[in-house]
């Protein structure tokens, strides 16, 4: 969950940064044309005439992109280079430049959202405009009806500059781009609709270009693209990122790139050791991006020679890809990078480096001045301690060690890095003490992270850092038991994580105060007691997570925007907090406290509530008719409560609902026929109810459940045929079912079933879903019937339980074809028969139950079978027709077990 907030918050400052950079970009970009183009002579006019055309093949201008493009109005207006995104030549008044382009990168924070200031089609009108050096429509929806990008721009011949990136384009590149000869500057990148290129060539008739960004084109079927490359010599930046290349170790006699200086070539599957690649000569590169290649083995010693790279990214080579083999994908740092002295961005985050720690850093430039300002080796193998010279590097502004193996102590020498601003060492095995003398002279820290090790936090409450902290995550460090009193002047936090910190203590009274900026805030699994501040509501909080403490008294008022809240397990007590402020709540959790009354109307007010878990408190009443919103409600737990009335009409617009709990409560009366309309139930939790009345036979149509458990209700009426409708439980292959609901989560509630005959809590929700678990439990009702053949298309089924009802007829003789069952239990019906010879084909059943049914005739043999029976002797107990091993023999063996069965007692 902690993950999933810090995304979430990422994702919103990116939308923020975005939105008012394209604002203010926007404006500068379609400005008229500069002052000195007023002394300029007027346009000509079949160029304006051309432009007008193009105006009109434009279908949608959302802000009044070319509102100034008109033929009426005043003689200044009439001039088309002032209009906006138009500039001419000063001396000839021909049309040279027309920017029309978003100036909306997409990698501009990872920015992805598409202006679409244009909606249309590119008019041949352009063709009129022969003078034209420099054409951007970039990130405008351009593609016209037919979607193809269009072979009529070849014919520019003037083209310098041609930026047509992020239109949906689809089909071929069209190799008429070719003609333009006098080309310098070419972005066909992220063209949205899928285009693709299966030959290249068409770039070798463009010698003079010197950017080429393809990124996102399909050119999976280019093998010989690396030549193709080689024949641009004035290529400086080359960008080919994510176009599924499938190998770059092709072989090149000689080297023609003297000049190039950017080489993209990310999110391509390689799948070949990385020192065969062609690329490692190019001692001009400055900036070499290759992150989710998949290439594996050693790093090249030529690497070690390419003193001019200022940005190296070999990062996500392992953990993005197929990594069974380790011995193929590790990679040791053993490579000299000391020459690389201009080296300023080195990621190698998720490549599976192994090898000491310290003898990395000894292969790390250490020129003078040493320029290295950011340093990513986390999520790798690394060991060893970390070296106490490593303040050497008085330029590193990012140091990123988190998620590899390293030992010892955090060494006082890092604090001497005083413009580092972000430090990760989370998930490591570091242990000692981290006192205020690490951060002596760490003026610029904003980012520590120091999560999950067996770090102990001994810092004084009155001591002050000297530099503005706002991300502060020491989760699992011990840093108790008083209240860590040194946070309260650090007004700046933003995002605080000290759970499991082993803090014993009241929360303090400078709470609110001091923490008033914080949007996230994790203190859960402490020892917190006390009340809540009762001034809450004036915090920032957008997310705050105080589980599994020992908090007292009432919730009190929310912060205003807060959209994440957990209180579970503490012993909170009095009534639900009213809905009256935090109408951004998403996800709630309360469970496992001591909450009374009823849930209020005020509740309805949630409109974006995605996860509501109120479970085990002393909650009664009805749930409000108006509770939840179809578009966003995926959770609902309201288990072990004495809530009541009849199943919650509620849920009926809930189509997005996945996870449903209302076990041990006091509903009733019977369950719906709407039920079906649930169609993304994957979990119905509705035991200990006094539900009555049929099973309605269409919810066979939840093809996506996995889980039921109607057990202890009064359900009565027979099972459900078309059960092979459960399309989910029919999968033998245990995939992987996890399918990104925030909903799913360790910090909200687990489940209790039936398991191998007793009440037991199986775990969390998250494995229960994450793993297929598949289970039906409708023990303890009154159904009555047979039990369907059909059953046995259940094959992906582990536990199935109808015991304890009314069950009559036989076994089916199939369900042996059950082959992941791993707990049956069908006791205490009146079922009759022989027991199925098909039964010993479960090899994975640890459980078996048939006691007290009127079962006849020979037990089945099988290894498995005798297993059970030893470990559960009294699993056939009370079918007095029942014989042979491994019940004990009477006396007297009687010839027809073998056929009619034995009368005798077992």
């Known amino acids: 969950m902690v993950a999933t907030m810090h995304r979430l918050a990422a994702a919103m400052l990116v939308l923020l940064c975005c939105c008012c950079l394209f604002l203010a970009t926007q404006q500068q970009q379609l400005q008229p044309a500069a002052g000195g183009n007023r002394a300029s002579p007027s346009c000509i006019p079949h160029e304006r005439d051309a432009l007008l055309a193009f105006k009109h093949g434009v279908t949608s201008d959302r802000r009044g992109v070319l509102s100034s493009w008109r033929r009426d109005g005043r003689h200044d207006e009439q001039d088309c280079c002032r209009w906006r995104g138009v500039r001419c030549s000063n001396r000839t008044g021909h049309v040279h430049e027309l920017r029309l382009g978003s100036t909306f990168p997409p990698d501009l924070l990872g920015c992805t959202i598409r202006a679409d200031l244009l909606v249309g089609q590119i008019s041949p009108s352009l063709l009129a405009l022969d003078h034209l050096e420099h054409l951007d429509l970039s990130w405008n929806d351009l593609a016209g009806p037919t979607g193809s990008l269009p072979e009529f721009l070849g014919s520019l011949k003037n083209l310098k500059y041609l930026n047509l990136s992020g239109i949906p384009f689809y089909g071929g590149v069209p190799p008429q781009l070719g003609n333009l000869s006098r080309l310098q500057y070419l972005d066909l990148s992220n063209l949205m609709g899928g285009t693709n290129s299966t030959d290249l060539s068409w770039l070798t008739h463009i010698p003079s270009i010197q950017y080429l960004n393809l990124d996102g084109v399909n050119l999976s079927t280019v093998a010989d693209w690396p030549r193709v490359m080689n024949m641009l010599p004035s290529l400086r930046a080359l960008h080919l990122s994510g176009c599924s290349l ?248 933003t995002d605080l994580d000290i759970s499991s ?42 997310s705050l997570y105080l589980s599994s403490n020992k908090l007292t008294g009432q919730i009190p008022t929310l912060p205003p925007n807060i959209h994440t809240l957990d209180l579970s397990n503490n012993f909170l007590s009095g009534p639900l907090p009213s809905a009256t402020r935090s109408t951004n709540l998403r996800y709630l959790s309360l469970f496992s406290n001591r909450l009374t009354g009823h849930i209020p109307e005020s509740f309805c007010k949630y409109q974006q509530l995605i996860v509501l878990d109120l479970s085990n408190n002393f909650l009664e009443g ?218 010993s084909n479960l090899t994975f059943l640890s459980y078996l139950e048939l006691s007290y049914n009127d079962l006849t005739g020979r037990i089945p043999s099988g290894v498995q079978l005798d297993t059970l029976y030893a470990e559960y002797p009294s699993m056939y107990i009370g079918n007095v027709g029942l014989c042979g091993h491994p019940l004990q023999k009477q006396l007297l063996e009687r010839a027809s077990c073998t056929k009619a069965g034995w009368p005798g007692k077992n």
């Open 246 to 493: 499938a190998s770059a170790n092709q072989s090149l006699p000689y080297l023609n790139l003297t000049n190039l200086e950017e080489l993209d070539a990310s999110a391509n599957s390689f799948h070949h050791p990385m020192v065969t690649s062609w690329f490692w000569n190019i001692t001009s590169l400055r900036f070499l991006y290759l992150s989710d290649t998949s290439m594996y083995g050693q790093f090249p010693d030529a690497l070690g020679d390419m003193t001019s790279l200022q940005v190296l990214d070999l990062s996500n080579n392992y953990c993005l890809y197929d990594y069974h083999d380790d011995n193929k994908n590790m990679h040791s740092m053993i490579t000299n990078l000391k020459n690389l002295c201009n080296l300023e961005v080195l990621k190698l985050e998720c490549t599976l480096l192994y090898g000491d720690v310290a003898e990395l850093f000894r292969n790390l430039p250490l020129c003078s001045p040493n320029k290295l300002q950011e340093l990513d080796l986390g999520w790798n193998h690394l060991t060893g301690m970390l070296p106490r010279w490593m303040g050497q590097f008085m330029s590193l502004v990012v140091l990123d060690l988190g998620r590899n193996y390293i030992t010892g102590h955090v060494p006082y020498e890092m604090g001497k890095l005083s413009n580092l601003t972000h430090l990760d060492l989370k998930r490591n095995k570091l242990d000692g003490t981290i006192t205020e003398e690490h951060f002596a002279s760490a003026r610029s820290l904003q980012y520590i992270d120091l999560s999950y090790n067996a770090l102990k936090i001994e810092i004084s409450s009155d001591w002050q850092p000297p530099s503005t902290l706002e991300y502060v995550l020491f989760a699992s460090c011990q840093m108790g038991p008083p209240f860590p009193g040194w946070l309260q002047w650090n007004v700046s936090i």
């Open 501 to 542: 910190a082993g803090i014993a203590d009241r929360i303090p009274q400078w709470f609110s105060d001091a923490f008033s900026n914080v949007e996230f805030m994790n203190i859960s699994n402490n020892q917190l007691n006390g009340t809540l501040p009762a001034d809450m509501g004036s915090m920032s909080l957008l």
């Open 622 to 839: 009805e749930p409000p008719l108006c509770l939840g919103v179809k578009e966003y409600m995926e959770f609902v737990a309201l288990s072990n409560n004495s809530l009541s009335g009849k199943f919650p009409s509620f849920l009926q617009n809930l189509t997005n609902v996945f996870f449903l709990d209302l076990s041990w409560n006091k509903f009733s009366g019977r369950l719906p026929m709407w039920i079906e309309s649930l169609t993304s139930l994957r979990v119905i939790q509705l035991s200990h109810n006094k539900f009555f009345g049929s099973i309605p036979m269409n919810i066979t149509n939840l093809s996506r459940l996995q889980y039921m458990d109607l057990n202890n209700n009064k359900i009565s009426g027979s099972l459900p045929i078309y059960l092979s409708n459960l399309k989910f439980m029919t999968n033998v292959y245990m995939i992987v079912c996890y399918d990104g609901r925030d909903g799913i989560d360790s910090h909200f509630n687990s489940l209790f079933m039936a398991w191998k005959g007793q009440e037991l809590n199986y775990g969390s929700i998250q494995r229960i879903v994450e793993t297929c678990m598949m289970i039906i439990d409708l023990s303890s009702n009154n159904i009555t019937g047979q039990i369907p053949e059909e059953i046995v298309a259940l094959v992906g089924l582990v536990n199935l339980n109808l015991s304890r009802n009314h069950l009559t007829g036989v076994i089916p003789k199939k369900i042996g074809e059950m082959r992941s069952l791993q707990s049956l239990d069908l006791s205490r019906n009146m079922l009759s028969g022989e027991i199925p010879a098909t039964l």
